[in-house]
């Protein structure tokens, strides 16, 4: 499937999704999105492959924004999330003295601030890494949601000098993971979900155009809570 860029107001968007089955039939209504595949790895290629074509074409984004699922097993379930930041669960170079989750010899720190453009959609944290988290693995993680590509598909985008928004709702961490429909079987509720919200950034991003980004992210909302609008000059 060829990925499709989308146009609100002045700003042009790559949508970008990690696995087909997170892709159903309300976001198919919206948009075509990049699939990269599942994993830190994949993500990274195939977004900076996608990213480089359409720069050689004069064709790159505005920005990208990620949509897909999420594992938590303190936030709402289904629920979507704009995440606020990002960290990579898999970098420990503590051996050589580098703090846990700090890339060795660069000026990266171990979380990277993300823009949550939407008001009244609920903010978290997340930890990217190529594992499923399940159960107890939860309790080495301080982030409140766990996926496998975000990190990756920031330090694209950051090559590429395109901002990136990063939704994610959660599809599983409640209980332990047994089986791959423990993951597949919210997902059509987190499809609706993720379809809604992205209505959401569509107004604001023709209403206010990149200048959203600069929207100070709000403490932690509650989903059932949503906090009133804040103003974007």
């Given at each position: 499937?060829?990925?499709?860029l989308e146009r609100y107001g002045a700003v042009t968007v790559l949508p970008v999704m990690a696995a087909l089955a997170e892709y159903g039939a309300d976001l198919r209504a919206r948009i075509q999105p990049l699939m990269t595949g599942i994993g830190p790895v994949e993500a990274?290629?195939?977004l900076t492959a996608a990213l480089a074509r359409l720069e050689a074409k004069g064709e790159q984004p505005d920005l990208i924004v990620s949509l897909g699922s999420c594992g938590s097993r303190t936030l709402e379930h289904a629920a979507v999330y704009q995440a606020h930041s990002v960290e990579y669960r898999d970098m420990d170079a503590s051996a050589l003295g580098f703090p846990?989750?700090?890339?060795?010899l660069s000026d990266l720190p171990a979380t990277l601030p993300l823009p949550c453009p939407i008001p009244g959609v609920p903010t978290a944290t997340l930890s990217t890494g190529a594992d499923v988290v399940s159960g107890a693995g939860?309790?080495?993680?301080?982030?409140?949601m766990v996926d496998m590509e975000t990190w990756a598909l920031v330090r694209a985008a950051q090559t590429f000098d395109v901002p990136l928004v990063a939704l994610r709702g959660v599809?599983?961490?409640?209980?332990?993971?047994?089986a791959l429909?423990?993951?597949?079987s919210t997902l059509h509720h987190v499809d609706e979900n993720l379809a809604n919200v992205w209505d959401r950034l569509v107004a604001v991003l023709e209403a206010h155009g990149?200048?959203?980004?600069?929207?100070r992210a709000p403490d932690r909302l509650d989903p059932a809570q949503p906090a009133a609008p804040e103003p974007i000059a």
């Open positions: 499937m060829t990925a499709r990274a290629v195939a846990k989750g700090v890339t060795p939860y309790d080495a993680i301080g982030a409140e599809s599983d961490g409640r209980a332990e993971l047994k429909e423990d993951w597949t990149l200048a959203a980004l600069d929207r």
